[in-house]
């Protein structure tokens, strides 16, 4: 049987078709927009050890070869103000991230270990920390520093660690004058005698002299901690407690995009230093890259890594790393390992380098 409509039916029916039409069009907009709400990338506010240098690469080419983004993250890249600093900015709630000192954080979780943030790959495995001296100086020990003035930025993580270093050589602490200074002038105020000792990183002041036309070489002398029993981890990458509580899937991406990028740094320096002066262009490229290398060669290759891969910590050493700092800084607890170091986000042993 055939159904006829008069003209104003046909005129209400086509009607409610395109309101229908509408309708559905309208609900397929709000899901689409509900939809790219659910899948924004996750923002990661990552603060660094320090300003723009060499050995930055690993996270710019992160950033700029989209692993950062294909793991669904937006991160956004502070510079720092020492390897202690960064620490209480990210237990403050300021950054998601940051990168710096693996015994600096030791000693917040012990002191706040709720507000301490947690270390999730090891980035610097050797101890970098050294005391600094001019070459022709009388100081050839730890212990000469007694009666003498050494000088470092107030957040460097080689001053944090003095106490540690005093205690294990016998130095008086009472007698030695500790005096901060602008990371830039740390160099300089060396030079011109006007301290007798430097605290820092051996590549941060091997490089910064050679920026000053200093040939470290032949006018400078290194007292390095891991000389005297501080075998001690260095640089690590941390999160945020309610970051990692909010966003573990995050935390596992960073660090997967992250370990891609490594693996490009290392087989070719040259690119990763062309990141670093995309954004800072004034630096010295031929420095920069001299100290990216130098970080490959030397910060990050304990022959610990054939065993466990670069990321990782060494559970026994790691706790003599507690140890130390609880010990030779009087704290009130002492922090677990694994209240220190999360490995739950590590990319697979199989997948990390192994050598450098």
Same mark, same amino acid.
């Given at each position: ?6 003209? =104003? ?12 039409? &509408? ?22 506010? %990552? ?45 403050? &709630? ?18 706040? @270990? ?10 610097? $495995?050797? =101890? @970098? ?23 470092? =930025? ?8 003095? =106490? ?15 005096? $901060? ?7 300089? %105020? ?43 981890y260095s640089n690590t990458i941390f999160f945020s407690q309610p970051f990692i509580n909010a966003h573990p899937e995050a935390v ?68 003599? $790393? ?6 030779? $800084?009087?704290?009130?607890?002492? @922090?677990? @390992? ?19």
């Amino acid at each position: 049987m055939a159904i006829f409509f008069s003209g =104003p039916q046909v005129r209400w029916a086509l009607s409610a078709q395109i309101r229908a039409i &509408g309708t559905f069009v309208s609900l397929g907009a709000a899901l689409l927009a509900a939809s790219g709400t659910a899948w924004a990338d996750t923002p990661i506010k %990552l603060v660094m050890s320090w300003k723009y240098e060499g050995p930055q690469a690993f996270y710019y080419i992160a950033q700029d070869k989209g692993y950062f983004k294909a793991e669904g993250l937006d991160v956004s890249i502070d510079q720092g103000e020492g390897s202690s600093a960064s620490i209480p900015k990210v237990a403050a &709630g300021a950054y998601d991230a940051g990168v710096g000192d693996t015994s600096a954080l030791i000693q917040l979780a012990a002191k706040e @270990p709720a507000q301490a943030p947690k270390a999730v790959f090891m980035m610097y $495995n050797t =101890p @970098p920390f050294v005391i600094a001296v001019k070459a022709d100086s009388p100081i050839r020990t730890p212990k000469d520093l007694e009666g003498k003035t050494v000088g470092a =930025p107030a957040g460097d993580g080689a001053l944090k660690l003095f =106490p540690a270093l005093a205690k294990q050589t016998g130095i008086d602490l009472s007698k030695v004058t500790l005096t $901060n200074m602008a990371p830039n002038l740390r160099e300089q %105020l060396l030079m011109r005698g006007q301290v007798d000792a430097v605290f820092g990183y051996l590549t941060t002041i091997t490089f910064s002299a050679k920026s000053m036309g200093i040939d470290p070489a032949s006018q400078l002398r290194f007292i390095r901690y891991g000389d005297y029993g501080m075998d001690l981890y260095s640089n690590t990458i941390f999160f945020s407690q309610p970051f990692i509580n909010a966003h573990p899937e995050a935390v596992r991406g960073f660090l997967t995009a992250l370990d891609k990028a490594i693996k490009d740094v290392v087989a070719d320096p040259e690119a990763g230093v062309d990141a670093v002066m995309k954004r800072e262009p004034l630096l010295k490229r031929d420095v920069e890259l001299a100290k990216l290398k130098s970080a490959i060669a030397v910060d990050m290759s304990h022959p610990e890594i054939a065993r466990i891969g670069l990321g990782d910590v060494d559970e026994e050493r790691l706790k003599k $790393n507690i140890a130390v700092v609880v010990e030779t $800084n009087a704290l009130p607890v002492t @922090p677990s @390992p694994d209240a220190v170091f999360d490995r739950r986000f590590l990319p697979a042993r199989g997948t990390r380098l192994s050598s450098l």
